[in-house]
């Protein structure tokens, strides 16, 4: 079993930036299992969707077109934490962004993530 804790969320004028971060916590055994992480967000009305992933093996990464150029997907394996710093943030990015991490899932299927933070809120205000 992993639980996951984000944090860094909050209120942010167009233009501006933010990091999450995401804690992972469980035993060795269970966090080393995970192969991939994720960042998803979910806007009132609307379905959960895929932000970026890294899988945590090789460190390939992976970006909604949406979000290229503009957010960058790290982790820092000694404190078990997973990164999302996001910059140029736009209105259209505010939502509830969600850590996640599964055992083998296709980054952008949230279906296939075996687990998932409680949300932390982003609003971005023009």
């Known amino acids: 079993q992993v639980q996951l804790v984000e944090s860094g ?6 233009g501006g930036s933010l990091r999450l971060s995401c804690a992972a ?7 080393n299992s995970i192969s991939t992480m994720g960042w998803f967000r979910q806007a009132p009305g609307k379905e ?3 932000v970026a992933a890294i ?9 909604a077109d949406s979000v290229k150029g503009r957010f960058t997907i790290s982790q820092d394996n000694a404190k078990n934490t997973l990164y999302l710093q996001m910059n140029s943030l736009k209105p259209e990015d505010t939502g509830m962004y969600y850590c996640a991490a599964g055992y083998s899932p296709r980054w952008v299927r949230a279906d296939e993530y075996n687990f998932w933070g ?3 809120q982003v609003t971005v205000s023009s």
Not at 9 to 14: D, F, I, R, T
Not at 55 to 63: F, I, K, L, M
């Open 55 to 63: 899988y945590t093996g090789v460190g390939s990464t992976y970006y």
């Open 118 to 120: 409680q949300g932390t």
């Open 9 to 14: 969320g909050g209120s942010v004028q167009a």
């Open 25 to 31: 916590f469980g035993s060795m055994y269970s966090i």
């Open 48 to 50: 959960r969707e895929g």
